[in-house]
């Protein structure tokens, strides 16, 4: 499985690991799920990078279409559906395992996970699998569902109880792909947990709100999101 990975520039710093999104040797490791892209996207993770934060992105789709990158278009979204029903969680489950190994072997330890869409589903699937200190998930969709291959057979939020570290949540008000009654239940079922979590709710924002390659980009809230997210990897 390939993983793309961006390194920060400038001073190391020597401060406590965040979390999952990819790092450099000896800097905090982040990993990074983006459900469209096996890259990061363009803009953030490499301003990330000028944080002192390395982000590794693996390629889940290494088995069906390897280094695809998927259009920011209505051909995009469709394909990009097909290939995520072909993504089971077993198999999310093993690239996780194996990303977050060897980030450990190779790099830093991890800082957090930071994930978008889909990817906000596998991050909030890896903090109920693996010890990690920090999740952040965008607009992570199907999660109380059974909708998609790698929420099933049970829906993923079933397993909140076993969430370890902190999560934050970042989701537009319009997005219909995070309906308000799927955020309340996930809030519902991390509340029961006792897990450390905040939701930061966008009025009149969409879907892909921190993409600047999308229609649905929106400059205000991503700009305060990506604020709150440094603040919030800074606390680990």
């Given at each position: 499985?390939?993983?793309?990975?961006?390194?920060?520039?400038?001073p190391?710093?020597?401060?406590?690991?965040?979390?999952?999104?990819?790092?450099?040797?000896?800097r905090?490791?982040?990993?990074?799920?983006?459900?469209?892209?096996?890259r990061?996207?363009?803009?953030?993770?490499?301003?990330?990078?000028?944080?002192?934060?390395?982000?590794?992105?693996?390629?889940?789709?290494?088995?069906?279409?390897?280094?695809?990158?998927?259009?920011?278009?209505?051909?995009?979204r469709?394909r990009?559906?097909?290939l995520?029903?072909?993504?089971?969680?077993t198999?999310?489950?093993?690239?996780?395992?194996?990303?977050?190994?060897?980030?450990?072997?190779?790099?830093?330890?991890?800082?957090?996970?930071?994930?978008?869409?889909?990817?906000?589903?596998?991050?909030?699937?890896?903090?109920?699998?693996?010890?990690?200190?920090?999740?952040?998930?965008?607009?992570?969709?199907?999660?109380?569902?059974?909708?998609?291959t790698?929420?099933?057979?049970?829906?993923?939020?079933?397993?909140?109880?076993?969430?370890?570290?902190?999560?934050?949540?970042?989701?537009?008000?319009?997005?219909?792909?995070?309906?308000?009654?799927?955020?309340?239940?996930?809030?519902?079922?991390?509340?029961?947990?006792?897990?450390?979590?905040?939701?930061?709710?966008?009025?009149g924002?969409?879907?892909?709100?921190?993409?600047?390659?999308?229609?649905?980009?929106?400059?205000?809230?991503?700009?305060?999101?990506?604020?709150?997210?440094?603040?919030?990897?800074?606390?680990?």
């Amino acid at each position: 499985m390939d993983a793309c990975n961006h390194a920060p520039a400038g001073p190391r710093h020597d401060r406590p690991p965040v979390l999952p999104e990819r790092k450099h040797l000896h800097r905090r490791a982040r990993l990074h799920f983006d459900g469209r892209l096996p890259r990061p996207p363009r803009r953030h993770p490499r301003a990330r990078t000028a944080h002192g934060y390395a982000a590794i992105a693996p390629d889940f789709y290494h088995r069906t279409c390897p280094g695809i990158e998927l259009a920011a278009d209505a051909h995009g979204r469709e394909r990009g559906f097909e290939l995520l029903q072909q993504l089971t969680r077993t198999q999310a489950l093993d690239d996780l395992a194996a990303t977050i190994e060897w980030v450990a072997v190779n790099r830093a330890p991890l800082a957090g996970v930071v994930g978008l869409s889909l990817g906000g589903h596998l991050a909030y699937l890896a903090a109920t699998q693996f010890e990690l200190p920090a999740v952040a998930i965008f607009y992570g969709g199907w999660i109380p569902t059974t909708d998609i291959t790698i929420s099933q057979p049970e829906p993923t939020i079933a397993a909140t109880a076993q969430i370890g570290g902190r999560v934050q949540m970042f989701v537009g008000c319009n997005d219909p792909i995070v309906p308000a009654e799927h955020r309340r239940q996930i809030t519902d079922a991390l509340t029961d947990a006792g897990t450390d979590h905040q939701l930061i709710e966008y009025p009149g924002v969409g879907h892909g709100f921190l993409c600047d390659r999308r229609a649905s980009f929106h400059p205000e809230a991503a700009n305060d999101a990506w604020n709150r997210l440094l603040r919030f990897l800074e606390q680990s």
